[in-house]
């Protein structure tokens, strides 16, 4: 599992952009299809470009195309209306669909894995506290912005943001969002920095890589 194949990076893709079609087929809204599906739609051609100048480790193109489905999932359904979280709604009696907040943990693991690999290749960072602490923070700045993202969605379309917003009536949602970022973030480095350490020091040219 610590290394791919030839064939993986080019599945995924191929996978990427069949579940890609799939969402946008007939999401129940266009504009939050659009809206949540943004970062794989842009996000897609920039690692096909830069993947053999600055190739990622197979765990962090594994986690980002896990994070691309949960996106688009949502981009499909919206959030508030995804079947897997009505299904966890009635399993566990819950007031809320919460297939957002399954969203906004990712939100923090998957950036946490990428940030974390990025500050050791291209900063004089090493494993340990300061890269934990800044790699923490980069990822709560990230999901700070997107709130504000959303903010500025809702004043500029209104009501028709509601779908995008998914608050779903919780006047704490925002800050429950950044919580769930800044949990996924910390579970994150806890359980897979030492995998990645290990992937990282097995790219072509050994932990030289590592400075890209």
């Known amino acids: 599992m610590g290394t791919d194949t ?10 990427t952009l069949l579940a890609l079609i799939a969402s946008g087929t007939d999401p129940f809204d266009r504009l939050t299809w659009f809206l949540e599906t943004l970062p794989v739609v842009l996000g897609l051609p920039l ?7 600055f ?18 999932l949502g981009g499909a359904y919206t959030y508030a209306r995804v079947p897997l979280g009505f299904w966890v709604q009635d399993a566990f009696e819950l007031s809320r669909n919460h297939y957002d907040r399954l969203g906004h943990l990712a939100q923090g693991f998957v ?7 990025i500050l050791l290749r291209a900063t004089p960072l090493r494993p340990g506290g300061w890269l934990f602490l800044l790699t923490t923070s980069v990822v709560l700045a990230f999901s700070a912005c997107y709130e504000f993202f959303e903010w500025g969605a809702a004043l500029v379309m209104g009501g028709e943001a509601d779908a995008f917003l998914a608050t779903q009536g919780d006047i704490w949602d925002t800050q429950w969002d950044m919580l769930l970022a800044l949990l996924g973030a910390l579970v994150a480095q806890v359980l897979l920095s030492r995998q990645q350490d290990r992937q990282l020091a097995r790219l072509p040219g050994g932990t030289a890589a590592w400075r890209g």
């Open 55 to 72: 190739p990622l480790t197979p765990l962090v193109y594994r986690l980002l195309f896990i994070h691309g489905l949960i996106l688009m």
């Open 6 to 15: 030839p064939y993986e990076k080019p599945v995924l893709v191929v996978l």
């Open 47 to 53: 690692l096909m470009a830069t993947h053999r100048r």
């Open 111 to 117: 950036p946490a894995m990428l940030t974390r690999e």
